[in-house]
Structure formats: C-alpha cells, structure tokens
C-alpha cells in the first residue's frame, strides 16, 4: 500500500529532470584549434587557426600560441578583414611564441557561427622533425560580455627531410669497358645494344675475295 506515493513521486522527480534538460542535449564547449601543417626545410606556410563554433556570437579574442620544438619557427600572422579594430602580431624575441588580438565591433560573428577563422600564422622551418604549435592561454569574449569556456586542439608542424636529387653522374649512361668506356651502340629501333661479332670493322668478305683474285694471278704467271 506503501509503494503506490514512492512510484508517484519518482515519476514527478523524473519529469522535472526532462523539463530542465536541454532539448538538443548537453552541447560541448567551443573548441579553438590549430591547423596541421607540412613544410620543406628552409620552406614556410601558413597555419589556421579557428574557433570551431561561436554559440553567443564573438566579441574579441587574445590568444597566445607557442611552439614546443626548435624545428621551426612563427614570423607573422594576418586578421580577416571582418575583424577590427585589431592589434599588430606580437612575436617572441626567439620565435617561438605570438600573441594574436582582434575585436569584432560590426558583429560579423554572430550568435550560432560555426567555423570562425581567427588568423593565420606564418610558420618558417628551421631544421627536420615535428614540433606542436599550442594555446598557451586564451581569453574570447562572446556578445553578451562574457568569457567564452574554451577546448583547445594543437597542431603538429611536420618538418620534412629534403628528398635527394640525381647528379649528372647518375645521369649518365653506363658505359661498356670492352668498349674503352663508350656507351653501348642502341639501336635506332629500339631493341636495346647493337652487338657486332669478330675482330675486324666489317670487311672480312672483300678481304678473302682479293686474296683468291691475287692468287689467280700468280697462278699463271707460272
């Protein structure tokens, strides 16, 4: 007789719980991320590096990104133009760090953005190998005036060895010693090295037939 109350009341805790929760479910937090990069030694590239969803819309961002290897280096970074006013790249005096600043006064991002690129970062090699290139702090400020709670993903910067080059001597045909080191005759057809048989030029058959013509000769004069 005593259960009848307990199952009523769990179906009415259960229905407050539904009320309250989201209708699309519990929506992770924006994530700010930084593009993968490939580059040839000495060679350089740009990295994106972009907010994934903007829920509130963006108001301004300070973001600080550093590099956790030598193998390359940060020599810049550029805005879109929908950003201002915005602030000039701060880089570190070793290259490895940059602070990137921006306001977004004409509202361009608004509420339910998704995809929003902040910058791009010039990134320049500086030896072989990989390095990641991280958010070492974060402030984004959305349009109602509050701090945006951020996720962040880094990138990997992958430094290539340089791939080597033929040099003349590889180019080179193999030559044949039997020869005295000249290349082998080809033939014009195509079918590979033409070889010749005998250790004359090629005149083996006027030699014998002069010889029996002399000995013709001599013949009768005896």
């Given at each position: 007789?005593?259960?009848?109350?307990?199952?009523?009341?769990?179906?009415?805790?259960?229905?407050?719980?539904?009320?309250?929760?989201?209708?699309?479910?519990?929506?992770?937090?924006?994530?700010?991320?930084?593009?993968?990069?490939?580059?040839?030694?000495?060679?350089?590239?740009?990295?994106?590096?972009?907010?994934?969803?903007?829920?509130?819309?963006?108001?301004?961002?300070?973001?600080?990104?550093?590099?956790?290897?030598?193998?390359?280096?940060?020599?810049?970074?550029?805005?879109?133009?929908?950003?201002?006013?915005?602030?000039?790249?701060?880089?570190?005096?070793?290259?490895?760090?940059?602070?990137?600043?921006?306001?977004?006064?004409?509202?361009?991002?608004?509420?339910?953005?998704?995809?929003?690129?902040?910058?791009t970062v010039t990134v320049e090699a500086n030896g072989t190998g990989t390095a990641l290139l991280a958010v070492e702090a974060a402030q984004i400020d959305d349009d109602d005036g509050g701090r945006v709670d951020l996720g962040t993903a880094a990138g990997t910067i992958a430094v290539d060895a340089p791939t080597a080059t033929p040099t003349e001597t590889d180019r080179r045909p193999?030559?044949?010693?039997?020869?005295?080191?000249?290349?082998?005759?080809?033939?014009?057809?195509?079918?590979?090295?033409?070889?010749?048989?005998?250790?004359?030029?090629?005149?083996?058959?006027?030699?014998?037939?002069?010889?029996?013509?002399?000995?013709?000769?001599?013949?009768?004069?005896?």
């Amino acid at each position: 007789m005593t259960t009848r109350p307990l199952v009523l009341a769990c179906v009415v805790v259960l229905a407050a719980c539904l009320a309250v929760a989201p209708a699309g479910g519990v929506q992770s937090e924006p994530t700010l991320t930084i593009a993968d990069a490939t580059l040839e030694p000495d060679g350089s590239t740009t990295v994106r590096v972009a907010l994934d969803s903007a829920p509130n819309g963006l108001a301004g961002f300070e973001v600080r990104l550093a590099l956790r290897s030598g193998v390359a280096t940060v020599g810049g970074a550029e805005y879109p133009d929908r950003f201002r006013p915005t602030t000039d790249p701060d880089v570190g005096p070793d290259g490895r760090e940059i602070t990137i600043e921006a306001a977004d006064l004409e509202s361009a991002v608004g509420p339910g953005t998704t995809n929003v690129t902040l910058a791009t970062v010039t990134v320049e090699a500086n030896g072989t190998g990989t390095a990641l290139l991280a958010v070492e702090a974060a402030q984004i400020d959305d349009d109602d005036g509050g701090r945006v709670d951020l996720g962040t993903a880094a990138g990997t910067i992958a430094v290539d060895a340089p791939t080597a080059t033929p040099t003349e001597t590889d180019r080179r045909p193999t030559t044949d010693a039997a020869s005295g080191g000249e290349p082998p005759e080809t033939d014009a057809s195509g079918g590979g090295a033409v070889t010749t048989t005998g250790t004359g030029p090629g005149f083996g058959g006027l030699a014998a037939a002069l010889a029996l013509a002399i000995a013709a000769l001599l013949g009768r004069r005896c």
